[in-house]
Each structure stands twice: as C-alpha cells, then as structure tokens.
C-alpha cells in the first residue's frame, strides 16, 4: 500500500463516521421528539398519549386499589349492558376475572386518516372462567362491551417495571 492510498482510505472512512454519526444523532433526536417511551426498560415503544391511560380514559371502570413505583394494581368494574370508553394500558400485567361480564366483546382501534378511533378488530366471549390469573401483554386503544345483564368485577396487577410473566 502506498502512501497516496493511505491518505485516501483515512479520508474516506473519516468522511463516512462524519456521514453515520449526523445519520444516527438525527435518528435519535426524531424518536424523541415524537414522546416515545421504552416500557419496562425493554425494548417495546409506547406512543399512546397518557390521556388513554385507563385510569385516566375510562375512570368509571377503572378504579386504583394500590400504586407504588413498581406495581398499580386496578379494580376493573363493568356495569350490565354497558361500553367501557376507549382506553390503553400501558404496562405488562396479571388479570384475575373475579365475576365475568359474559357475554362480552372486545374491541380493538386503531386511528384512521382523520385522527379518530375506528374499530379494527373485535371478538365476542360467551364464557369466561373465574379466578384464573391471566398474562396480559401491554395494550394499545381497546374497550369492553357487557352484553350480559350482570355487572363484571375484575382485578388488574400492571407491572411497571421489567416482568416476564
């Protein structure tokens, strides 16, 4: 190798860090500026605004037993014949149906063109067990209609921090 290859090859990869560290240093300055937050120091990205937080979204059925740093845990109560308003939760949890609002369907939305909810998926539950504690991944905007004439009672442990259930 000789010298003028040297300087070449030097200016080049010197030019091409310059080039990747402005690409990455944009990169990371963009995901910020959009509010994205990790989830439980995993890599998952939360976009939903803490407005659609449960407890903020749908008060009436979401109800707050216990809180600290590292764990909420929710009263979810659903009157007889009645739609949750659309609500996230943001965190991993526990679910323990203590009395089922059955039957029930579940809606999940996403937002169209417009900025506003349309529901994109849903799924009608005719029976559900009771006192079996169930994983529940994060979830995005989503409701819950009692079709039933009893009212539901249920409890939700969020993990705020890492857990792998």
Known sequence: MNIKQLIIGVLLGGLLGFGLANYFAKTSQQAHSTNE?????????????DSLDAVKAAPENHKVVYEDSTVRVLQVLLDAHKEEPIHT?????????????????????????NGQFVAKDSITIPRMDTNIGQPVEAEGPAGIKNLGNENGIAYRVEFKKDFKP
């Open 37 to 49: 937050t990790t989830i439980d120091g995993s890599s998952t990205k939360w976009t939903w605004p």
């Open 89 to 113: 939760h943001k965190w991993k949890s526990i679910m323990w149906i203590a009395k089922p609002a059955v039957p029930c369907t579940i809606y999940q939305y996403s937002l169209n063109r």
